[in-house]
């Protein structure tokens, strides 16, 4: 449980800047980063902190 929630704490920290998923859209990076809110899928609230942008965006590696 701390690690995930360690790991959610550094994925704040690397994206405060940039898109989170949260789906307001409102920075020009989120038309790159979440295209049409497609993280919206996963569920509400910033999902690209919540788990990996990969994982919210359902991207296959």
Do not use: H, W
Not at 27 to 46: Q, S
């Amino acid at each position: 449980m701390i690690e995930t929630r360690v790991a959610q704490l550094q994925r704040t920290l690397d994206d405060l800047d940039g898109c989170i998923g949260c789906g307001c859209l409102s920075l020009r990076k989120c038309a790159l980063y979440n295209p049409g809110d497609r993280a919206a899928a996963n569920g509400a609230g910033p999902r690209f902190i919540l788990v990996s942008r990969k994982v919210a965006l359902n991207l296959q590696d």
